[in-house]
RNA sequence: GUGGGUAUGGCGCAGUUGGCUAGCGCGCCAGAUUGUGGCUCUGGAGGCCGAGGGUUCGAGUCCCUCUAUCCACC
């Protein structure tokens, strides 16, 4: 059960019920593949940075270690140790992002596993069968995400398919929340809405997905190759006709300004890999811009990442040694960058929440995107 | 001391019977990355080819001397 508490503009201050706790919206939930959140980050360590929920994968973790043995080991919340939300993603955009490896079909899509190269179907009911073993607080529904540049003629007939499989995965999800075995049985499933940068066919496909009384929607099928001018374009086209009181999920987004951006146009929650890929590769993120740890302008400095900030990292260590653990290619280097990098999202959101509260998101924003485009 | 090998950007190497604007990998310096294959990709800087002399229209490539270094033998 999700309820608007309060909203500023377009924006929302919101909550969502779940059986592992309740979401506060805007929320960042942190990316976890596979089940873990990479660059040696602990479920301890995601409590520490402010983590609300995280995000799995179900294709990933169906290619390993197995859908069946994350049931046998009592779900993933089990599994991983973690009893807040989680959210798996369907699947449906490694249709999309390992193309190549696969043929797409109306019963559903054809694989290869980049594991270890074996042939893997999948389609809607699979998909809610994984997810349901998985046991995850919400599922995302099973969908094509096109190429950005694709054309109308490609899009339409994708987005149809989208809806087919939309309704099979609801009818599934129902039945297998009513199984006696099902370890989940109020496992949420959100619809997810496509249709590139075509306007007519989002809306359309919008109204379509919202007459099927889902837990929540997302907006897909973005950030994938257009400009940010059109992202925001088709954010602020869709939204309006998806279901205002229900949470709405912009997929894969983003930036930290486009987080805000996305906010004020209404969407209550992202994911992204940046802070944690980004971290990897030694980028951070600051109220000042983003910093590349591995330029030789940080070889000798003594601050912090951000003085101030109240990560693991900052705390203690300079951008000089953490400059020189990700030279040395050290572990700990990459986990310091993945963890202010967290911790830097899950405090923005927390500071968006606040300032919806406060009915002063607008001039939030304002700061906060003059700050990003300052020098540190 | 004798015989043989090797000397090319920070490191490791390619450079065909002499025709190069001297390449490559790593490293270095930057930049990309949006529902994650700890990747990948894209740029950039940096070498009078150990030193000196010779042959030639032309030498990193051939010849001579020297220097350094490695291996074997004494």
Redesign the pocket.
Known sequence: MYKVITTDGNAKRGELVTPHGNIQTPVFMN???VA?????VSTEDLQTIGTQVQ?S?T??LHVRPGDKIVKQMGGLHKFMVWDKPILT??G???V???AG?RKIKEEGVYFSS??DGRKIFMGPEESMQIQSNLASTIA??????PPSKAEKSYIQPSVDRTTRWLERCKNEMNRLNSMEDTINKKQMLFG?N?GGIFEDIRIEHAKRISEMDLDGY?I??????ES?DE?YRIIEATVPYLPQNKPTYL?????PA?ILEAVERGVDFF????????G??G?VYTNHG?L?L????Y?TDSEPIESGCKCPACSKYSRAYIRHLL?A?E?LG??FC?LHNLYFYNNMMDEIRTAISEHRFAEYKKAKLDGFNSEA
């Open positions: 990316v976890g593949t873990a959140i990479k660059g040696a995000l994968n294709y990933h993603d369907s449906g955009f490694q999309f992002s390992l490896l980049h594991v995302m529904a099973f969908d094509e995400c997810i496509q997302a897909g099928g973005l950030a994938v190759g940010h992202m997929m894969g987004v983003g930036t486009n994911d992204c890999v940046y802070p944690s890929r980004n990897r590769h980028h983003k590349n591995f330029n030789a302008k070889e030279k290619k572990m990459m986990r993945v």
